[in-house]
């Protein structure tokens, strides 16, 4: 069974900074992973996922994510946030064809 | 236009009164799935439908239970429910073999009274 560990449960950050959120997994097999991003009372909306080839990961609204295999990280990252970006961030490895969610990150960005 | 459709979106029902959740998609997906996401947590599978075969994660209560009458519509039945039920539950679709990508509904967040 795979298991996932986002490293930070909250992420303060000001507008315009960079922001990288960290996501470690732990597997045996092949993984899909995603990035998923939740806004208040809303449902989750996939940001960015990694299936196989280009390591490195572009998504929806500038997110970036490196999927490191060595490492077992799949890390999200994103140049300069806007307020906008404020929400929870689920890391989310499929295991036979199941979504496990990570324990969530939330950013809160700052003017 | 919406894919994974949640009715209700708030849901308010008395302590021990069955109370049911719909989902339905416009995705054709052959996997659909039920999470409970409780404040500040992740959302946790409670059971999911690959077609008709039904799969309940081995910790789901079995005060939950679930029908699928068809490819489109997908059902959440609490049979009682009780406070700590009170949760936003997620409806999610996925297609086999399409690297797993899940869409999510809006939610339905229940408070229980």
């Known amino acids: 069974a795979q298991s996932v560990t986002q490293l930070d449960s909250q992420v303060p950050v000001f507008e315009e900074a960079p922001v990288e959120l960290r996501c470690n997994y732990s597997s045996s097999v092949s993984v899909y992973l995603f990035w998923y991003v939740q806004y208040p009372n809303q449902g989750l909306q996939l940001l960015l996922k990694y299936l196989s080839g280009s390591t490195l990961v572009k998504g929806i609204n500038g997110f970036e994510a490196e999927f490191n295999k060595s490492q077992t990280s799949f890390h999200l990252r994103k140049p300069s946030v806007h307020i906008s970006d404020t929400a929870e961030y689920f890391c989310?490895?499929?295991?036979?064809?199941?979504?496990?969610f990570g324990a969530g990150t939330t950013v809160t960005v700052r003017a | 236009d919406a894919m994974v459709i949640q009715n209700p979106r708030y849901q308010v029902t008395q302590f021990g009164k069955p109370v049911t959740l719909s989902c339905s998609q416009t995705?054709?997906?052959?996997?659909m799935y039920w999470y409970q996401q409780k404040s500040s947590q992740a959302p946790k599978l409670l059971f999911h439908?690959?077609?008709?075969?039904?799969?309940n994660e081995a910790d789901t209560p079995d005060n939950f239970q679930s029908r699928r009458p068809n490819t489109s519509f997908c059902f959440l039945d609490i049979r009682s429910p009780g406070l700590g039920d009170a949760a936003m539950y997620l409806c999610?679709?996925?297609?086999?073999?399409?690297?797993?990508?899940?869409?999510f509904g809006q939610g339905t967040r229940l408070t229980v009274v």
């Open positions: 999610a679709t996925s297609r086999l073999g399409q690297g797993g990508e899940a869409f």
């Open positions: 439908y690959y077609d008709k075969d039904f799969n």
């Open positions: 989310a490895p499929v295991d036979d064809y199941k979504l496990s």
């Open positions: 995705l054709n997906h052959n996997v």
